[in-house]
């Protein structure tokens, strides 16, 4: 999957991390050259020091062909400019970064969903809860691909297991990202490649395929 992601700071970095580290080819845009050039060192993706908000700068980084398009800069006004450049180019999924919630409707008339923290997908519960009571929240982004959270069982494969190793050994499929992960005791962060996953854990997931059965029984054997 090609992923550009705008912004590398305390939410893009991780992400890229999570994107990289799964597999995907990502293209970094950064202004700030210290954090350019961090990003750069630290993996395996192409980046670009340039503004995001300059047209060429997304032509640059491959819009045209890329699957996602994922904004993190801190203003709301920069995020919704990016986002409209990109929209020019009808990428498959565009998500950004969200500061004030009244500000929603702006992006989604442009169908980019907005995240307003690790665990808020403004996502609205569903009738397939009913089957995957594991699945608490699932917002639909583009086709069948969803990003939804759920919480792992004892049982899951992936309990007990760090995400490097979850993908090398093919527990966790390539279309298939752990985004954020909340602890039992209630402390979120961005997943990481050094994350392990432990039981009770509730993890936010970006899956390709939505909430199906083979999806969340990575995570849950409580499926039907």
Do not use: K, W
């Amino acid at each position: 999957m090609q992923v550009i992601i705008v912004g590398a700071g305390t939410v893009g970095a991780p992400l890229v991390d999570v994107a990289t580290g799964s597999g995907n080819e990502v293209v970094v845009v950064e202004q700030d050259g210290g954090r350019a050039n961090e990003i750069a060192d630290a993996y395996d993706c192409a980046v670009l020091h340039a503004d995001a908000t300059d047209e060429s700068t997304i032509q640059d980084a491959g819009a045209p062909r890329a699957d996602a398009l994922i904004t993190t800069t801190g203003p709301d006004p920069t995020n919704l400019f990016v986002c409209l450049l990109g929209a020019e180019h009808d990428p498959p999924t565009a998500v950004s970064l969200l500061q004030r919630p009244a500000h929603r409707h702006l992006f989604a008339e442009l169908g980019v969903y907005t995240v307003a923290g690790l665990h808020d997908l403004a996502a609205e519960s569903l009738p397939r809860v009913a089957r995957q009571p594991a699945v608490s929240e699932s917002m639909p982004v583009a086709g069948d691909a969803a990003v939804f959270r759920i919480t792992v069982g004892a049982d899951a494969p992936i309990a007990d297991t760090m995400l490097v190793d979850a993908r090398s050994t093919g527990v966790l499929p390539d279309d298939v990202l752990v985004v954020a992960v909340r602890t039992g005791d209630g402390e979120a962060e961005i997943a990481r490649s050094e994350t392990t996953i432990t039981p009770g854990d509730e993890v936010t997931v970006y899956s390709s395929r939505g909430t199906t059965a083979d999806v969340t029984a990575v995570f849950s054997t409580d499926v039907r």
